[in-house]
Nanobody, 121 residues
Framework: QVQLVESGGGLVQAGGSLRLSCAAS????????MGWFRQAPGKEREYVAA????????YYAEFVKGRFTISRDNAKSTVYLQMNYLKPEDTAVYYC??????????????WGQGTQVTVSS
């Protein structure tokens, strides 16, 4: 497994932006598909976005298309989630995850501890 540490969460007003980062260690980062998930209070964890090993392909949940962008820097072993036009319903704990075999949820074998994103109206 790879170790993952998220950062960049915080409080932002609706319509604002945040960029989340997830730093990986322990294994060869470029061998892993990377994904972002989120979990709001009282709700199940849901898939947000994923990116291929090289970064050439990215995948998004419908509710974030056009607002969020996933990217990665393999030299820095870091994956990012740029979140624009944030809405109060985006409030959640955001987790990054890694898997060597597939980008498709729910299978990911490594998870970070999460970072809180709160969007005020």
């Amino acid at each position: 497994q790879v170790q993952l540490v998220e950062s960049g969460g915080g409080l932002v007003q609706a319509g604002g932006s945040l960029r989340l980062s997830c730093a990986a260690s322990g294994r060869t980062f470029s061998n892993y598909y990377m994904g972002w998930f989120r979990q709001a209070p009282g709700k199940e964890r849901e898939y947000v976005a994923a990116i291929s090993w090289s970064g050439s392909r990215s995948y998004y949940a419908e509710f974030v298309k056009g607002r969020f962008t996933i990217s990665r820097d393999n030299a820095k072993s870091t994956v990012y989630l740029q979140m624009n036009y944030l809405k109060p319903e985006d409030t959640a704990v955001y987790y990054c995850a890694a898997d060597p075999n597939s980008w498709r949820p729910p299978q990911y074998d490594s998870w970070g501890q999460g970072t809180q994103v709160t969007v005020s109206s």
